[in-house]
C-alpha cells in the first residue's frame, strides 16, 4: 500500500510586537521583540529577522 503524503512549509500568520510602545517619554528607550505565529501553530521569535523602521523618525530614532 502506498500513500502519497504532501508536505509543505509553515506560513507566517502573524508577527506579534512587544510591548506596545504606547508613548515613550523624550530621551527613553524602549526594546522591543518580534514573535512570528506560524500556521502549524509554531511561535519563533524573529525579532532580529525583521526590519525596524520609524514612519517620523525627527520623532523616533530606530537603533539595534
Known sequence: LTVPVVV????LDLVVV???PGSVP?????QMKAEGLYSDGSIVDITN??????EIPNVLNVSN
Open 49 to 54: 529577522a525583521v526590519t525596524w523602521s520609524s
Open 8 to 11: 509543505s512549509a509553515a506560513v
Open 26 to 30: 523624550k530621551g527613553r528607550t524602549l
Open 18 to 20: 512587544t510591548p506596545d
